[in-house]
């Protein structure tokens, strides 16, 4: 949890007077928030892979390593479900990102 | 959950979705039942081309008339559905396929499209990475475009609860009742909901539906093809806006995400019929070599995701819309052998329509797309299969 500074103290990285969830990243790849995934929620879109599509969480280059998790564990507090009731959506291949051109033997893995 | 409506929907697709939107503003009670979540069959799995672009009067007409639908929809639904008119590029690599390139435009011109031939100069100026040197021309209608599977979903979804739809995900379907050959409600578990009307929008799963009705599967032939797609990491806006496709290239095509800057790959590699979604290497390996051709420096892009849906595809690659006649009340519109997503606006329309006043001012050939066609032994030419 951010510490908040007292009010009308300028924190660098966050605006004053903003929800401090703004500032709190779920997903570094496609830039959503902590505020992002709880609006939805709280609209009743509470199924991971509604969220999931809705806002993009894993399914930028890191595969949901870290997003995906930390959207199950904010569904089961929020509806209080809980987090091994939660199924987790389908990895996608590649499991690492490979350049097209490896592929087709037109480039030497990096 | 209520236990009687007007309309009963199976299927919570974009198909399901909209037309459910598009019964309530007629004013009826809807409920839609969806095995899944949302667009979890084909919806969310497809690829978010939408163009105007067939080879045929009828698909050209429906889809003039979808696009239009999908430039109100975000105004309409008070909800963004995320549609641009960047347009599709097809790409000539032979003489004799620029020959049918230039009688489609004919064809196109005639019924009011704003498609016209390109040279490769113009080309790359639409598609900064294009490749030039292979291909002769191309057809180019900038009135053709995209928008998002996800967020279209759910501005039907979300506009229609707030008319009163009840739309239930993980609720299969589990029997239609039929008594003296009439449609008389379904059944979802140990849940009965009476109807006037049953309308199947399951896509790829319309047989064992129809099955549900007493029919035979065969009777409307809708098969399940497994179809895939790749996606790369982002890459800088604005490099592959339209939908670009060299049909003789394996019905290749790349498509860049308005949204995340991700370019999406397709191929005509076919698997099926199944239900299986594995994705597969052998059309890793295909969409990549092509890809890789159309636009040579997504050789340094990295693939970071593949997938793959159904392509619900017919005898003759036309979907089935309409009544079926051996149970009153039974609607159909399925089949859509990958075009679903595209032709959801005008087809949801025509459909309520037809539903509720047995006409439609929907520019719909419903002959054409007759759902007992194949009974006759008649097929349509095929509908023109990419993106």
Redesign the interface.
């Known amino acids: 949890m951010q510490m908040r500074a007292p009010k009308g103290v300028m924190v660098l990285g966050q605006t004053d007077g903003e929800d401090p969830r703004e500032n709190i990243i779920i997903c570094r790849c496609n830039e959503v928030t902590q505020k992002d995934v709880e609006d939805l929620i709280d609209r009743g879109i509470t199924d991971i892979e509604e969220i999931k599509r809705l806002l993009r969480i894993g399914m930028g280059p890191c595969q949901g390593r870290t997003c995906i998790p930390l959207v199950m564990g904010i569904i089961a507090r929020k509806t209080g479900r809980r987090m091994e009731d939660i199924k987790v959506p389908a990895t996608r291949v590649p499991i690492r990102p490979v350049p097209a051109g490896v592929l087709v033997g037109e480039l030497d893995e990096e | 959950m209520r236990s009687r409506a007007d309309v009963v929907v199976i299927g919570g697709g974009i198909v399901g979705l909209s037309t459910a939107y598009h019964l309530a503003k007629l004013g009826a009670d809807v409920v839609v039942l969806e095995k899944g ?4 069959g084909s919806t ?1 799995r497809c690829a978010s081309g939408i163009r105007a672009q067939f080879t045929d009067e009828a698909n050209v007409k429906l889809m003039k008339y979808s696009v239009k639908r999908w430039k109100e929809l975000s105004d309409e639904l008070g909800y963004d559905v995320g549609f641009v008119q960047t347009g599709y590029l097809f790409l000539a690599t032979t003489e004799d396929e620029a020959d049918v390139f230039r009688r489609t435009v004919k064809l196109h011109r005639r019924l009011g499209l704003g498609t016209r031939i390109i040279d490769m100069d113009e080309a790359r100026e639409i598609v900064p990475i294009l490749n030039t040197e292979p291909f002769i021309l191309g057809q180019w209608n900038p009135e053709d475009g995209k928008a998002s599977p ?2 279209s979903t ?1 501005a039907f979804l ?1 506009r229609a609860r707030e008319m009163g739809v009840e739309v239930h ?1 993980y609720t299969p379907v589990t029997a239609i009742l039929v008594e003296n050959g009439e449609v008389m409600g379904v059944k979802a578990g140990d849940r009965t909901i009476k109807a006037d009307a049953v309308l199947n929008a399951t896509n790829a799963w319309a047989p064992l539906v129809n099955e549900m009705a007493g029919l035979d599967r065969e009777l409307i032939p809708i098969k399940p093809f497994k179809h895939q797609l790749v996606k ?2 982002p890459i800088k806006p604005g490099l592959v806006n339209p939908l670009v496709s060299p049909p003789s290239w394996n019905d290749s095509y790349i498509i860049q995400d308005a ?2 800057g991700g370019v999406i790959g397709g191929a005509g590699v076919e698997h099926g019929p199944t239900y299986d979604v594995t ?1 597969t290497y052998d059309f ?2 295909e969409v ?2 092509w ?2 051709r159309i636009a040579p420096p ?10 793959a849906g159904f392509y619900a595809k017919t005898p003759d690659s036309n979907p089935v819309m309409g009544e079926i006649k051996y149970v009153n009340g039974l609607y159909i519109a399925a089949g859509f052998s990958g075009h679903g997503f595209m032709m959801a606006p005008g087809v949801s329309e025509a459909m309520a329509d037809l539903i509720m006043k047995g006409r439609t001012k929907v520019p719909l050939d419903w002959e054409w797309y007759d759902p007992h066609r194949f009974e006759r032994g008649e097929l349509r030419t095929s509908a023109f299969q990419i993106g």
């Open positions: 979540y949302v667009g979890s969310f996800f967020k759910f979300m995900e790369t990491e949204e995340d994705p890793l390996r990549v070599r890809m890789t997504l050789k340094y892009v990295h693939i970071i995701r593949q997938w």
